[in-house]
């Protein structure tokens, strides 16, 4: 009898005890990680190289105003609008300065809009942009780096001034960009991608 009594206090005790660890490792784990804010972006604009607007840009491949016959290679880049948004929105919430976000890097992809499929690398880049909670700021993004226009797909274009694969004189894509951070508190955050129309041409040639 006695046995049977050590035993099943054996398995009380273990019981209680997984239960704890396990309650332990959630206030330890989630709620350390996951973020109270989100990353909202809210809009986008084209920097100086880049023609159009409304979510639609015209980026050059190669400029040569003189017409001496060489290229030179800019990066692109737009500024990216974010509001750092609380999820907690009721009515008595008081946010803090700790949900404000430290906005370190950010990714650049590039997908298609025509029948060709050779697209710009897919690529990261870092910077460091303050965002307080409940504002909005502008975040500046390279989505071309001055290198990518001298390999392919883009390299075609000033090279041949078409795309051998398309027989087309401008590439059409879609540019995703996606911003991370962290609070000032520690937690990451993710923003929500943002796409736009971004189409490559020999546009001054």
Request: aromatic fraction near 10%; charge should be negative.
């Amino acid at each position: 009898m006695n046995k049977w009594m050590n035993i099943m206090v054996i398995t009380l005790v273990l019981t209680l005890t997984l239960i704890g660890f396990s309650s332990c490792g959630d206030a330890g784990g989630e709620a350390k990680t996951v973020a109270p804010v989100m990353i909202v972006v809210t809009g986008v604009e084209g920097g100086s190289t880049l023609g159009g607007d409304d979510y639609n840009f015209a980026s050059d491949v190669c400029s040569d105003p003189a017409g001496t016959g060489s290229c030179t290679f800019y990066e692109d880049l737009v500024t990216i609008s974010v509001e750092i948004m609380p999820l907690n929105m009721d009515d008595d919430f008081e946010p803090s300065d700790y949900m404000s976000v430290m906005i370190t890097g950010y990714e650049v992809k590039y997908e298609r809009n025509d029948t060709g499929y050779d697209v710009p690398k897919i690529f990261t880049g870092a910077t460091t942009i303050y965002c307080a909670v409940n504002e909005e700021t502008e975040v500046p993004v390279t989505i071309c780096k001055a290198d990518m226009k001298t390999m392919i797909p883009l390299s075609y274009l000033w090279q041949f001034g078409y795309e051998p694969e398309t027989g087309l004189d401008i590439i059409h894509t879609v540019c995703t960009v996606t911003l991370w951070g962290k609070t000032l508190a520690g937690r990451e955050v993710v923003s929500n991608p943002i796409r736009f129309n971004v189409n490559f041409a020999n546009w001054a040639g």
